[in-house]
């Protein structure tokens, strides 16, 4: 069974920086992408940065020049470093994977206070 565990999650200041990684387990493949999703109180969830098994990137315009989304093909593991962090980027993060399907982690929370 294929899972994706998110790990660094947290609280942090405004300006501050945090780096979320999610770990595929239990999987004979590699993702053909990866990346971020989030979900604020009320909101739905949107798309924060994806990135391909070739290296390319695509970011939410809200994030781009502050987030940087890389990965581990050999460890299929997928990271998003978050800098100049935002009240308004509080929310669930969630690890997504798509190999003819999507995968989804747990989600790991991230608060940002003013």
């Known amino acids: 069974q294929v899972q994706l565990v998110e790990s660094g999650g947290g609280l942090v200041q405004a300006g501050g920086s945090l780096r979320l990684s999610c770990a595929a387990s239990?999987?004979?493949?590699?993702?053909?992408?990866m990346g971020w999703y989030r979900q604020a109180p009320g909101k739905q969830r949107e798309l924060v940065a994806t990135?391909?098994?070739?290296?390319?990137?695509n970011y939410a315009d809200s994030v781009k020049g502050r987030f940087t989304v890389s990965r581990d093909n050999a460890k299929n593991t997928v990271y998003l470093q978050m800098d100049t962090l935002k009240p308004e980027d509080t929310a669930v993060y969630y690890c997504?994977?798509?190999?003819?399907?999507?995968?989804w982690g747990q989600g790991t929370q991230v608060t940002v206070s003013s």
């Open positions: 997504w994977g798509a190999f003819y399907r999507d995968y």
């Open positions: 239990g999987s004979t493949f590699v993702f053909n992408a």
């Open positions: 990135i391909t098994v070739g290296g390319y990137t």
